[in-house]
C-alpha cells in the first residue's frame, strides 16, 4: 500500500509541477499580450487626430487613410484572436508608414505644429509597441518552449496548450531600401 502512495506521489508531483509551470508561462504571455494591447489602443486613439490633420494637406492619399480608419476600427473590435492582432499590427504598422512617406511631399503639413506634435507622440507609442513586442515575444518563447518541449509536451497536447504566434517583420520588411542615385556627368 505504500509502495502505491509513493508511486502516485511521484507521478502527480511532476505533472502538477508541468501544469503550473505551463500555466505560469501562459499568463506571462497573456500578460505581454495585453501591454501590446495598452500601447496599440494609444495608437489607435492617435490615429483619428492624425487623419484629421493630414486629410486637409493630402488630396490623393485619401485612401490610405481611409483605410487606416477601417483599420482603426477592426482593431478596436474584441474579437480578434491574438493571430488576428499580430497580422492587424503589421497591416497597421505599414499602412502608418505609407502616412510617413507620403508626409514628405507636403512641406506645409510637416511644418504643421499639431502634425508635429502628433507624430512625436506616434512616435512614442511606436517606440513603445516596439518593446512591448520584445517582451511577448520572449514570453511567448518561454510558453511556447514549454508547450513543445518533453515532458511537458505530452501534458500540453492532452490539456490544449497551442503555442503563440510571435511578432515578427515581413519579408518586404526584411530588404534594405533602395535608394535610387543620379548620377550627374
Do not use: C
Not at 127 to 153: C, H, L, W
Request: without cysteine.
Amino acid at each position: 500500500m505504500e509502495l502505491l502512495v509513493w508511486l502516485a506521489v511521484l507521478i502527480v508531483l511532476p505533472v502538477v509541477f508541468l501544469f503550473n509551470l505551463l500555466i505560469s508561462r501562459r499568463n506571462q504571455a497573456d500578460n505581454a499580450a495585453a501591454s501590446i494591447d495598452v500601447y496599440l489602443k494609444q495608437r489607435f486613439d492617435l490615429i483619428p487626430n492624425l487623419v484629421a490633420t493630414v486629410q486637409g494637406y493630402m488630396k490623393h492619399e485619401r485612401d490610405t487613410l481611409a483605410q487606416l480608419t477601417e483599420m482603426r476600427e477592426r482593431a478596436m473590435a474584441e474579437t480578434q484572436s491574438h493571430a488576428d492582432k499580430v497580422a492587424m499590427d503589421a497591416q497597421m504598422t505599414r499602412a502608418l508608414g505609407s502616412v510617413s512617406v507620403a508626409v514628405e511631399g507636403y512641406p506645409q503639413l510637416k511644418a504643421s505644429e499639431n502634425f508635429i506634435r502628433l507624430q512625436g507622440a506616434l512616435n512614442e507609442v511606436e517606440e513603445k509597441i516596439a518593446a512591448a513586442r520584445r517582451n511577448f515575444n520572449g514570453s511567448a518563447t518561454d510558453y511556447n518552449n514549454g508547450v513543445q518541449m518533453f515532458p511537458a509536451n505530452l501534458l500540453a497536447g492532452i490539456l490544449g496548450f497551442e503555442t503563440r504566434a510571435l511578432f515578427a517583420i515581413s519579408d518586404a520588411e526584411r530588404q534594405n531600401p533602395g535608394v535610387n542615385r543620379k548620377v550627374s556627368g
